[in-house]
């Protein structure tokens, strides 16, 4: 469970502000100090990996839907039980205010892995 726990995180964030973290996993049970931690480091982020959509925590929805929408990043998670079919199911269901959805499922990573988008083809003349 030690990778889970996010104080270990604290002290790497202090020394390298500029480091761009996304964690994985959840951060279960400690995911109360794991938004404290997500307000006091710009660079740090949230993936929903290895959840089921209505397993989303509860102060990871609320912490979303109020101060944190640029923080939360969509994942998958294909394990035994956690389908692609399972999760986009389930997923509409998540309730996340509407602000939310685009910079959850992909504005937040394309800022955080420097995506650059790709511009829509030209339409036929």
């Not at 006091?40 to 949230?46: A, D, V």
């Not at 089921?52 to 294909?78: D, L, Q, V």
């Not at 399972?86 to 997923?91: H, K, P």
Request: hydrophobic share 45%.
């Amino acid at each position: 469970m030690a990778p889970q726990l996010p104080i270990l995180l604290d002290e790497v964030c202090w020394f390298w502000p500029e480091l761009q973290i996304v964690v994985r996993h959840g951060a279960d049970p400690w995911t109360e100090l794991m938004v404290k931690l997500l307000l006091k480091y710009p660079g740090l982020h949230y993936s929903t990996s290895a959840f089921a959509p209505k397993y989303y925590p509860e102060e990871i929805i609320r912490f979303a839907n109020s101060r944190g929408a640029e923080k939360i990043i969509y994942a998958g998670y294909y394990a035994a039980g956690l389908t692609l079919d399972r999760i986009f199911g389930e997923l509409p269901r998540a309730p996340f205010r509407d602000h939310v959805w685009p910079q959850f499922l992909r504005e937040n990573a394309a800022r955080v892995f420097d995506i650059v988008p790709v511009p829509p083809p030209e339409p036929p003349t």
